[in-house]
């Protein structure tokens, strides 16, 4: 970015800008080029006497010629307050638009992105114009600018009519191939690439496209993709799904060295089979030794356990497995987010097995799934198609050696999923063993049958074991029932552990002090006894993310036994990744030598963004340092008010929690008013709607709701009003 000599800029005082009356004038602004993303950031001054809103409009035009064009900006926000943004907040953008609140006397900032319309041969030369509006419309003040910047280093992938496999790709409708889509082609976003995007309509399997690359050295990958795809590196095991929320906003893949890769293409999958698929542009962008050193500080070093559930059948269950490789390439992600324990579920007891088992029946054929938009019970074929075709548990182990990773073979402790294609055999051929849902543990013949399955797992490699009495502690009746089932376990794994010349470890996932059935629950005597490695005290449904660990570091002080606090990472959890690693950084403070992460793998496997928030979690320097810089910048971003969204459709249900970020605001008073009725106030976070525990449960009465949010800002409010719908 080069600097315009102020003197090339028509600078006239503050004392003449007529803030209230509607005469514009010109003022000076100041812009830099991210390093990094090579997006321009544009920081302006709010006139002193504006209103509580202002509109901003944004455009740019060719030096000296005009016309004027609205420049696609975003406002500068946190991760966190992206992640959370409604329709609302950013359909004005692509128009040129943003609304600053409370920004009377204050420098904002618009972050500007252009390519492809401002950006020529790589060389950017405009005038760049900031106008700041009263919410009806009088001007309050003029801002220009001329920008110029070199980006002729930086590489797009933007014609995908230069993939390899030129049969692949059509630019009308074709049987079995990707359609090569233009910037002007009818319902598409206008002007995303300059080249030509790539669509694949979701109908049938595409094949796989490669676009070569002859580039060397390190590299950051952004990716535009409205739509969603998947992407990986031609030497790398995985692929990435990435998929842009808000329009026009690239998102950070990775940074790497790119000698000898290229980039290989793959459709989306659903439950149903391939999915639509759509991929605009990735940008390639040079890094300096310098940068790349300062991108891989962010993760700090280890000092911390970090434990993250992994579920193959979830993710089976929108993919296509045929081999074993499936399990590896999964995996090399829980590599890449360094987490020392992969708790891989194996299934719950009373359930068709999603492993190699000879003890009870396999998943091998249809099954169901949680609710996705409004299809309350999904259903398919593919984790069936991935028993038929691997040994879920032995490649997992392999793949986990091949890696250096740490698995426990795990269960959930019990669920048959009753009338389902999930419920077993065994849970159907002895209904009377039953209690409701879950099988009886105080029951000799059910806790065999237990035993069976992990001595199965024992027998076919697993170097450790893991029981998890949350979401379903309902098989165990009394806390002597649990404490008797957990010694015979011990001996199982001792058993095996004096075979092999070691020990064992044992990890339990429970209901924390206060939950739900927790009373049947004695962990201080599974530490007393040395019957468990892991100490795992968890919530239930994404109810008490703030949970206190003071019994639980007393009952493992002096022993052998880490603890590990749940952390959530289930999309009803803690917005990520703020208020996430706020909670993180409050159980190290507490003294925590580590983390359980259930759901972990919505993280490890989910967004780019997320993966790296995970690895941050080994590091508590990293965490302090992430709540550093966010402190930092703060000031400097957008104020606004943002909530939590609905993670099922019609809306948010129950049990799970509505969750406030501040943006742009100290984290200090919050009131929450729901249908004009003050319902809480807070001096700090974490900010919810209603209560952490089970009485938060009514906090939200089905049907629509106004929900207001007031924040305090200095000496005033700043508030937020928004609809929303309870399913009750």
Known sequence: MRQIPRASQRVLPWAMVAALTGLAQEQPMRCATDPLSRLIHIAYAVPAGAPEAVRVRCSWSPPGQGPWRAARVQPLLSETAVALLREEDWRPWARGEVTEVRAA????????????????GGVVDIDFRVEVCTDGGPLLVRHEARIQADNRDVVYLDDWSKV???????????????LLQGGTSPGTSPGATSGMRLVGAGEADLPLLTMPMALSGPYALF????????????????????????????ELWRWTRLDWQHLIVRQSYAYTGPAASRLDYVKLVPLTPDLVARLDAAFGPPDRFVASYWEPYSYAFSDVVQDASWHLQYLDAYREADVSLVDTQLGRFGMK??????????LLYQTQGDPIGAIANPQTTNVGRMQQYTNTLQATLWSAQALGLTVHANFGATNCYPGSPLQGDFSKQHPEWMRGHALRYELPEVRRFILDLYRETLEIGATGLSIDFCRYPEGIDTPETCTGFLRELRALADAYGQRLGRRIPILVRFPLHGE????????????REGLVDYLCPSNIQGRFHG??????????????????????????????????????????????????????????????VQR????????????????????RLRPACSKGIHISHASQHPGYHSWERLHVWLEGLPMGAVELHLDDHLVNRFDGPPYILGSQDLSGDGALPAGEHTLRVRARDGAGWLERTFRILSAG
């Open 105 to 120: 006397g204050l420098e904002r900032t618009v972050v500007f992105n252009p390519y492809p319309e401002a950006q020529s």
């Open 547 to 608: 949970f206190g660990i003071a019994p639980y570091l007393e009952a493992t002080k002096g022993s052998a036994c880490t603890l590990l606090p749940q952390i959530d990472a289930l999309e009803w959890g803690l917005p990520k990744p703020g208020l996430f690693l706020w909670r993180v950084q409050q159980l190290y403070d507490q003294g925590a030598a580590g983390l359980y992460v259930y759901q972990g793998d919505a993280m490890v496997l989910g967004s780019p």
């Open 612 to 631: 790296r928030c995970m690895r941050m979690l080994r590091s508590s320097q990293a965490v302090r340092h992430f709540w550093a810089e966010e402190a």
């Open 516 to 527: 739900r059935l927790s009373e049947r629950f004695d962990d201080a005597t599974w530490v």
């Open 353 to 362: 097995m999603v492993y190699e088992t000879r003890v009870t029946d396999q």
């Open 164 to 178: 390899l496999q030129k049969d692949a790709v059509s630019t009308g409708p074709k049987a079995g191939c990707w």
């Open 223 to 250: 990716v535009y993709s409205y739509g969603g795809v998947s992407l990986r590196l031609s030497g790398a095991l995985g692929y990435d799904r990435l998929g842009s929320r808000v329009p026009y906003r690239e």
